[in-house]
């Protein structure tokens, strides 16, 4: 991912941007999402985290609504899009 242009502290402002996100690791069931900020994390597991908007929409398959989350997430979990689907 593009390294983010401005930094406040240990946050920085990000190009806001489609991502995919997938918290598990495996890539499997990525969600859509929007990256809005990054931050450094310090501590036992230092790196980077980044803000996210991510929609899951297993719910509907189920007859549901899909469900929104914001939220911090490692920067592992974090893919550009590349186009309209998800990643393989």
């Known amino acids: 991912m593009r390294e983010p242009s401005v930094e406040h ?3 920085r402002a990000a190009r806001v941007q489609h991502v995919w ?3 598990t690791g495996h890539w499997v069931h990525p969600q859509p ?5 990054w931050r450094r994390r310090h501590g036992k597991r230092p790196g980077w985290e980044a803000f996210v908007v991510t929609v899951d929409a297993t719910a509907r398959a189920h007859g549901g609504s899909p469900n929104a989350r914001i939220g911090w997430v490692d ?3 974090v ?6 689907s ?3």
């Open 9 to 11: 502290g240990a946050m």
């Open 75 to 77: 920067a592992a979990h």
């Open 79 to 84: 893919r550009p899009t590349a186009g309209p």
């Open 86 to 88: 998800a990643p393989r």
């Open 21 to 23: 996100v997938d918290i």
């Open 33 to 37: 999402g929007v990256l809005m900020m």
